[in-house]
C-alpha cells in the first residue's frame, strides 16, 4: 500500500477520533459537525493508490476492522441518547462512545521495502479501503444524529419521561417532523391538521369578516366610507393580499386519501379543481376594483351606494369563515360557549346588513319624505352615529318581531317590512331555539348528577334509611361532583378504541401511575392492558378498604388521599399510606412462600375521601397469561 494511501486513511481515522473526543466533551457545535467529520468528508477521503503487499495487506485489513460500541452498533436514535442522558444526568454521556483501531501502529509496521514492491493486487486494496471507508460512514452518520439531538435539546426540549415512552414507544413528534421535511420542501404541501394552518385560517377569518361588516356599510353610510381613505385603502390591500395568499395555500392543501396525507402536487391541484372551493376562491379575488379608475370610491358625497359596491365579491370567501367556525368548534374545550358566541355573531351580523338595507331603502325613497323612512333633518341626526344607531335600533326591533316601529306608508316599504317579519319568524325562531338546546347542553351533566341523587334521596326516604348514613350518602354525592362532575368515564371513553383509551388513560393519571414500581418492569403491552382494567372507586372517611382475614379478589392503588393501616380493633395506626402506594397485591399475586392465600393480611381504612383504583385478580390474570415471560 502506498504512503499516500496509508496517508489518507490515517488523516480520516484521526479526524474520527476528533469528532468523538470533541462530542465527549461537549464542544461539538455547527462548525465542527461540518467540518471536521462528516460523511462527505469521508467520501473525500481519495480513491487508494497501488498496493504492493498482499500479505501486509490483509493484516492491515483485519486491523482496521475497528469496533463501535454502545448504540452507535445499531445506529443513534433519540430514544437511546434520551436514556443515556437521563441516566448519567448530563450530555457527557457521550463520551461512552469509543472507536477501537490499531490502523496506524500496522501501517507504520509496513517496511518500505513492501511499500515499494508494486506486485502487489490493487484489488486488495481497494476492498481494503472501501471497507474502512464504510465504517467510516456509518460512524458519521450516527455521529451526526448524534448533534441533531444535541440541538434539538438544546431548544428546551425535555427528555421522554420513562413511563410515556413504555406506553407509547413512537413519538407522535416525529411524525409530525418527518411530514413537515416531507411535505415542506420543494413540494409546498400544507398539512391541515397543523396548528399553523390553523392560525393562518383565522388570519383568512379576520379579513373575511372584515368585508363582511365594511364592505355594506361602506357602500351605504358614505361617510364613513370617505372619513378615512387612506386607513380603508390600505385595510382593503391587506386583505386582498391575504385572499390571493390563501388561494394559492388552498391550491396546496393536503387532503386524506386512506387515512394517509396526500402530497403529490398533481393530486392536490386536481382535487382542488373538481372542488367547489376553487369556484368561489376564483369569484373573490377577482380585480373588480378596477371598477375605481371610472367610479371613484371616496367621492360619494349623499350618494348611495358608494363605489366601495364592486368588493361584494368579497364574500364568496364565507366558507373560510365557516370552516375555521368548525376547526374551533372541534378543538375547543368549551364547544357550546363557542356555539353562542358564533350564533351572536350571525344575529349581529343579520341586523347590520338588515340596517344598512334599511337606510340605502331610505335613501332611495327620499330622507323624510314620510314617518318611516329615516329623517336627516337636524343637527343629531345628520351624524354618521345617530344614522347607523337609528338604523341598527330598527333592524333590532323588526327582525325581533317586536315592532313598535312606524307604519310604512307605501308599497316599497310595506314590501319591506313584511319580508323583515318573515325572515325575523323564520331566522330568529331557529336562532333562539338553538340557544335553549346550547344552554341546557351546557347544563346536562349537572341535571344529570341531581336526578340520580334526587333518585337516592327518594329511595332512602322511603326505605327510612337513618339520618348518619343519609347524611353520608349526600356527602359522598358532593364530593363526586367536586373533584369529578359526576362524568361517567366509561360512558364517555366508549366510543374510543381500546389504544386511545389506554393513552387518555396514562395521561391521565399519570402522575399517580409513576409512583407504582412494579408497572416500571412491564413491557408497553401488559401496561396498556393494565390500565385500561384499573377502575376508580371513591372511599368516603372512615370506610374499611379491607379488613384482616377477608378473600382479596382485588389490589388498590391509591390515587388521591390517605389510608391508614390498623390493628384489629382500629386503635392503633400501624402505618400510612400516600398517593402512589399499593396494597392488597399479595392476595391477588401468586407470591411464592406466601402462607395466608388469597386472604388480607391487613386492616385498611380511609381517613378522609380517598381515590383509589382498583384492579380485579381476574383481569389482572388475563392481562398476564397474554404476557407470561411478565
Known amino acids: 500500500m502506498s504512503r499516500d494511501t496509508k496517508g489518507k486513511i490515517r488523516k480520516c481515522l484521526v479526524a474520527m477520533w476528533s469528532y468523538v473526543m470533541a462530542s465527549a466533551r461537549g464542544n461539538l457545535n455547527s462548525r465542527t459537525s461540518g467540518s471536521v467529520f462528516t460523511v462527505q468528508a469521508i467520501n473525500s477521503c481519495g480513491d487508494p493508490g497501488p498496493c504492493r503487499d498482499g500479505l501486509n495487506s490483509e493484516r492491515f485489513q483485519a486491523k482496521t476492522r475497528f469496533k463501535v460500541h454502545g448504540p452507535l452498533s445499531r445506529g443513534l436514535t433519540r430514544p437511546d441518547l434520551a436514556n443515556a442522558f437521563s441516566r448519567d444526568g448530563s450530555r457527557d454521556a457521550l463520551a461512552e462512545v469509543r472507536v477501537q483501531s490499531g490502523c496506524p501502529d500496522e501501517c507504520r509496521s509496513v517496511s518500505n521495502s513492501t511499500l515499494d514492491n508494486p506486485s502487489q493486487d490493487a484489488s486488495q486494496q481497494n476492498r481494503i479501503l472501501s471497507a474502512v471507508r464504510g465504517r467510516l460512514r456509518q460512524v458519521a452518520s450516527s455521529l451526526q444524529a448524534a448533534v441533531r439531538f444535541r440541538r434539538f435539546s ?144 371616496f367621492d360619494c358625497q349623499n350618494k348611495v351606494p358608494c363605489s366601495v359596491i364592486v368588493r361584494l365579491n368579497r364574500l364568496f370567501k364565507l366558507p373560510r369563515l365557516w370552516e375555521w367556525f368548525e376547526r374551533t368548534e372541534t378543538d375547543t374545550n368549551y364547544p357550546n360557549v363557542f356555539r353562542i358566541c358564533k350564533v351572536v355573531l350571525a344575529i349581529l351580523v343579520l341586523i347590520h346588513w338588515n340596517a344598512c338595507l334599511y337606510f340605502a331603502i331610505s335613501y332611495a325613497i327620499g330622507f323624510g319624505t314620510d314617518n318611516w323612512v329615516y329623517n336627516l333633518d337636524g343637527a343629531k341626526n345628520s351624524t354618521l352615529a345617530r344614522q347607523y344607531i337609528y338604523s341598527f335600533y330598527w333592524s333590532t326591533l323588526t327582525l325581533t318581531t317586536i315592532g313598535e316601529t312606524p307604519v310604512p306608508e307605501n308599497d316599497a316599504e310595506y314590501l319591506f317590512v313584511v319580508a323583515d317579519f318573515l325572515a325575523g319568524v323564520l331566522i330568529f325562531a331557529t336562532i333562539v331555539g338553538n340557544i335553549g338546546s346550547m344552554i341546557s347542553n351546557m347544563n346536562v351533566a349537572r341535571v344529570d348528577f341531581q336526578n340520580r341523587m334526587d333518585g337516592v334521596k327518594q329511595y332512602m326516604a322511603f326505605r327510612k334509611v337513618g339520618r348518619e348514613l343519609e347524611a353520608r350518602v349526600i356527602r359522598w354525592f358532593a364530593y363526586t361532583w367536586q373533584e369529578s362532575g359526576a362524568l361517567d368515564e366509561e360512558r364517555v371513553l366508549s366510543a374510543l378504541p381500546d389504544k386511545l383509551k389506554a393513552e387518555i388513560a396514562i395521561m391521565v393519571h399519570l402522575d399517580t401511575l409513576k409512583k407504582v414500581r412494579i408497572f416500571q418492569d412491564c413491557e408497553p403491552g401488559l401496561l396498556e392492558a393494565l390500565v385500561l382494567k384499573l377502575k376508580l372507586q371513591v372511599f368516603s372517611p372512615g370506610d374499611y378498604i379491607c379488613r384482616k382475614g377477608d378473600v382479596g379478589k382485588e389490589m388498590y392503588i391509591v390515587k388521591r388521599g390517605r389510608l391508614q393501616v390498623v390493628t384489629d380493633n382500629g386503635s392503633a395506626v400501624l402505618a400510612t399510606l400516600g398517593a402512589g402506594s399499593v396494597f392488597g397485591e399479595v392476595s391477588v399475586l401468586d407470591i411464592a412462600g406466601n402462607r395466608t392465600g388469597n386472604r388480607r393480611t391487613a386492616n385498611v381504612r380511609s381517613l378522609g375521601y380517598s381515590d383509589l383504583f382498583c384492579l380485579a385478580k381476574d383481569d389482572l390474570l388475563v392481562a398476564l397469561s397474554d404476557y407470561p415471560e411478565n
Open 154 to 297: 438544546r431548544r428546551g426540549a425535555t427528555a421522554p419521561d420513562w413511563f410515556v415512552d413504555k406506553s407509547h414507544q413512537e413519538d407522535s413528534g416525529d411524525v409530525v417532523e418527518d411530514l413537515r421535511d416531507g411535505c415542506w420542501g420543494y413540494r409546498v404541501v400544507f398539512d391541515p391538521a397543523s396548528p399553523n394552518y390553523y392560525k393562518w385560517l383565522m388570519v383568512v377569518s379576520l379579513a373575511v369578516l372584515y368585508n363582511v361588516v365594511f364592505v355594506l356599510g361602506r357602500a351605504v353610510f358614505w361617510e364613513l366610507n370617505i372619513s378615512t381613505p387612506g386607513l380603508w385603502w390600505t385595510l382593503d390591500s391587506v386583505c386582498d393580499i391575504i385572499y390571493i395568499l390563501d388561494t394559492l395555500v388552498h391550491a396546496h392543501e393536503g387532503y386524506l386519501e386512506q387515512g394517509l396525507l396526500v402530497t403529490d402536487p398533481r393530486k392536490l391541484r386536481a382535487h382542488y379543481r373538481q372542488s367547489k372551493s376553487w369556484k368561489t376562491d376564483v369569484f373573490s379575488v377577482l380585480p373588480t376594483d378596477l371598477a375605481y379608475f371610472w367610479w371613484w370610491p
